[in-house]
């Protein structure tokens, strides 16, 4: 099976641009969440998606915003790019909403944003 | 506010040792918890969860602990191998509707030495 996969894997932004980040699913799997995760920090909760529709969010502005794909991939857009916004972005995927308490999530290996 | 931490930046152990990796958190609405491991250039790979209603959670070499009272968790790994080097993060969630929220520590960097 395949795992979770990311792309592109690198990209520079400049500040008040936008954004299209991508991810492939597990196979399988029907939940999708987005994590931000800077230099030195744990991952930061940005918002899951379970089969097409949101379903939950963190503390991100609406300028972040993502879709779910029929096929269950996902994107996650961000607009007007600041320069706190430079962070690894990790797409993680679930078999569903119920089995992320005991099997938590797969991830990939992340998108390293940088805004300059 | 940090809800989920983890006080030790680093650790370092002699092959064959065991390795506990502590994790402190505020939030009691806490359910459920999570340890990941993560590789340079790789994303976290899952290890272990443990529920609320658990206090303990065995898979193999790695063992994790939860005090509820404590607000405390606690992995342990034995026998300590050198391919464990790598940073381990803590995460917890309360579940609201099947939605599950991880809220993250910021990582050991664990380093076991030949």
């Known amino acids: 099976e395949t795992g979770v996969t990311q792309s592109p894997t690198h990209l520079i932004k400049t500040r008040g641009q936008q954004v299209t980040l991508r991810c492939s699913s597990q196979s399988g799997h029907n939940t999708v969440s987005w994590y931000q995760q800077a230099l030195g920090q744990g991952p930061q909760f940005i918002f899951q998606?379970?089969?097409?529709?949101?379903?939950g969010r963190g503390n991100f502005p609406p300028r972040f915003s993502g879709l779910q794909f029929p096929n269950y991939s996902s994107e996650l857009n961000v607009n007007a790019l600041e320069l706190d916004d430079s962070a690894l972005y990790l797409c993680?995927?679930?078999?569903?909403?119920?089995?992320?308490?005991?099997?938590?999530?797969?991830f990939g290996s992340g998108t390293r944003l940088t805004v300059v | 506010d940090q809800q989920v931490k983890q006080n030790s930046p680093s650790l370092s152990v002699q092959e064959g040792r065991i390795s506990i990796l502590n994790c402190d958190y505020t939030n009691s609405m806490f359910d459920y918890f999570l340890w990941y491991k993560k590789y340079p250039a790789e994303g976290p790979t899952f290890l272990i969860s443990i529920s609320s209603i658990k206090d303990k959670n065995e898979d193999g070499r790695f063992t994790v602990f939860l005090n509820k009272s404590a607000k405390h968790l606690s992995l342990h790994i034995v026998p300590s191998q050198p391919g464990d080097s790598a940073v381990y993060f803590c995460a917890a969630s309360a579940t609201t509707s099947g939605t599950y929220k991880y809220i993250f520590g910021t990582g050991t960097r664990l380093k076991v030495l030949a």
């Open positions: 998606y379970y089969r097409e529709e949101e379903n």
């Open positions: 993680a995927s679930s078999l569903d909403l119920l089995r992320q308490g005991v099997e938590g999530y797969t």
